[in-house]
């Protein structure tokens, strides 16, 4: 599954849904804004579930730390265990800033992921989902 998006204002998007896919084949994907410019984009991590062809195994989904030459030691960040008869979906409000790494390191999958990509109007204020949140 590539990402998808779908935008949250009729105008200008501020914020647009994304997805993707990790599985067995494709164990990382990396997410990078669409928008180029002044605006500050952040990553909103909302869901993280295994597909119906999900085998019983543990699914582990971490962050990998964007390169670094000064210190080699910084280590992925496990951020999901999954297992299809005991915890086959999270629910999370993780913030993140692009570009962000995610790996599939255990399992096999599918494990789906979904979120927002949001951007931040010139004034600071955040634009993103509904505005009645």
Known sequence: ?????????AKAATATLWGCELNQEKRTWTFKPQKEGKQDCKVLLSTICLGEKAKEEMN???ILPPPNQEDKRTKPITIASLQASALPMIVMGLELSPPVTF????????VFLSGQECYEKKDGKRRGGSETQ
Do not use: I, K, Y
């Open 60 to 62: 582990l989904v971490e």
């Open 103 to 110: 790996q599939l390191r255990a399992g096999s999958g599918p």
């Open 1 to 9: 599954m590539n990402r998808s998006r779908a935008s949250s204002t």
